[in-house]
């Protein structure tokens, strides 16, 4: 079993803005403010947070047990 990544690089969609971020483990992260243009990120339909759809590697959750396993139990932290 591989090691799960914490930190992904999230890419503004409307500037191109990029900035490495570490993810959250207890939880999915819905909403995204660019620093550069303010726009507010959001998921896009069927990813589960602004990671799985605009960074470099998806949430915790989805890099353990595969699409469709986050925010199943995002109150229990992943070890």
């Not at 503004?12 to 507010?40: I, L, N, R, S």
């Not at 959750?61 to 139990?73: D, L, Y």
Request: some cysteine; glycine content about 6%; proline content about 10%.
């Amino acid at each position: 079993m591989n090691a799960v990544i914490l930190e992904s690089r999230l890419t503004c969609p409307e500037c191109g803005h990029a900035k490495t971020e570490t993810m959250p483990t207890d939880a999915c992260q819905w909403f995204y403010e660019c620093e550069q243009c303010h726009a507010v990120l959001k998921p896009k339909p069927g990813d589960c947070c602004v990671y799985c759809s605009y960074g470099t590697m998806p949430c915790p959750p989805i890099q353990e047990r595969g699409k469709g396993s986050c925010c199943v139990e995002a109150t229990r932290p992943i070890r």
